[in-house]
């Protein structure tokens, strides 16, 4: 296989009318989803705009994927953007791609007209009304290749600049197949999606469904502040399997929706993306006991997830969740500070090798450089990717997580690099000097910061929640008279932290 959408072509086939996609903002067939694709397609030839990237800025929506899909039909590869991004952040991603095209929906138009963007724009609506172009098509598929790209979705960079991680046809689909295996889906599979479209973990109900026939269902974001009201959705709409970071699972659980409703359609439960709570580990096992619990593991670096553990026993207080062991065609190297194999059980950093391996940064060789190297025990060409995390390997031959390496953190799902926030800081008028930590046991991200006078709290909140995501937001900001610094002249990130006990 070497291109994704051979997926959507054969299950096109075979499941015609049955729903792909469906959310509150409308739900599309095999078959609709298939003919907007290539309309799409068709559009973008037209335009002499192969190989080029195209955002994609819309709602989270069935009509999102087609436009995805119909990016690739046309050669191109997409780059996701939701309005519930911050303007400068979504200003940053255009600037740094300076996409051919931009294909909007009505609710990012007036957005778009009022920035004013030097980039070509053309609503869904309208594109999806091209005539489709066989022979252009088939043309186009003719010479794709699986080293194509398939989208930049971009995480959070310390330089204050997002990094644009580009992944294409051959990791994406050597990660879906086997993901396929360990999730055990198949054309009766019913997800039910969590994570936004602009973050590569959609990828685990968006390329399944395509691939199996299966459905995603987009759960209304609102559901998820009230949990009774989330598993009734799941029991009502037959959904089988999630796939979700730690945090809403733990959400579910600790507020108590399990005293008045059970998720009695789970037969998949997954989560990862950070720690998940013991606790509430066992409340979910209680409370769906024949769904399969599994602990999923990886960087968007390496597409997605990396490392898989089946929960096979049970859990006590203290314990640690293992990440279990690499997917098929996936390797993981432990390196200490020395480049070298750390012991039996002692800590290493956890380098990832193999297809999975995305191709690195957008326009950032730089960075691309540093996170992406040579395999020191390899006496041939073998990339790993330095995920920053810490790990080691228990005496059951299982990988178990420890800590971040850096003050890279993950943080309700995302992997946030604090400097960024930093950054953000740095730009809000009278700040003088800024650092974030993170308080790991209450889940929290704290900013302390040097100001001029007159530079007042409030304003420096909402200065933040202008340009942040929710996820990236200080849940406090203190003003101190000075920061504490490193004989180095350093800010003393440690000193800080321990301000917070």
Known sequence: MINILEYLENTMQSHPKKIAFTGENGALTFEELHAKARAIGSYLHSQALEKQPIAVFMEKSADMTAAFYGVVCGGCYYVPLDAEMPVYRIKQILETVNPALIIHDNAAKDLLTAWNLPFKQICFSQIVTHTVNDSALKQIRLGAIDTDPLYVVFTSGSTGVPKGVTACHRSVIDYIENLSVILDANEHTIFGNQSPLYLDAC??????????????????????????????????????????VASALGLVAGLGAFKKVMPHTLRTVAFGSEVFAVKHLNQWREAAPNAQFIHLYGPTEATGMSLFYKVDRNFNEGDIIPIGRPFPNTGVVLLDEHGNAPKQGEPGEICIRGTGLCLG?????????????????????????????????????????????????????????????????????????????????????????????????????????????????????????????????????????????
């Not at 943080?411 to 009278?430: F, K, P």
């Not at 849940?475 to 004989?487: E, F, G, N, W």
Request: hydrophobic letters at 40%; aromatic letters at 10%.
């Open 361 to 501: 940064y957008f326009n950032d060789s730089v960075r691309t450089s540093a996170a992406f190297v040579q395999n020191p025990h390899a006496p041939y060409a073998d990339l790993l990717y330095k995920t920053g995390d810490l790990g080691r390997v228990g005496e059951d031959g299982l990988y178990y997580f420890i800590a971040r390496k850096d003050h890279q953190i993950k943080h309700m799902g995302y992997r946030i690099e604090l400097t960024e926030i930093e950054w953000v800081a740095a730009r809000i008028s009278g700040i003088q000097l800024a650092c974030a930590v993170y308080d790991s046991e209450k889940s929290r991200i704290v900013l302390y910061y040097m100001a001029e006078g007159g530079t007042e709290k409030t304003a420096v909140q909402a200065a933040l929640k202008a340009e942040l995501p929710r996820y990236m937001q200080p849940h406090s900001v203190h003003q101190l008279d000075t920061l504490p610094q490193t004989a180095g002249g350093k800010i003393d990130r440690v000193k800080l932290a321990q301000m917070l006990q």
């Open 203 to 244: 990828l685990k109900e968006l390329i399944p469904t395509l691939k199996f026939g299966a459905t995603t269902h987009f759960i209304p974001k609102s559901l998820f502040m009230f949990p009774v009201k989330l598993v009734e959705y799941i029991n009502e709409n037959k959904i089988n399997t999630i796939c979700w």
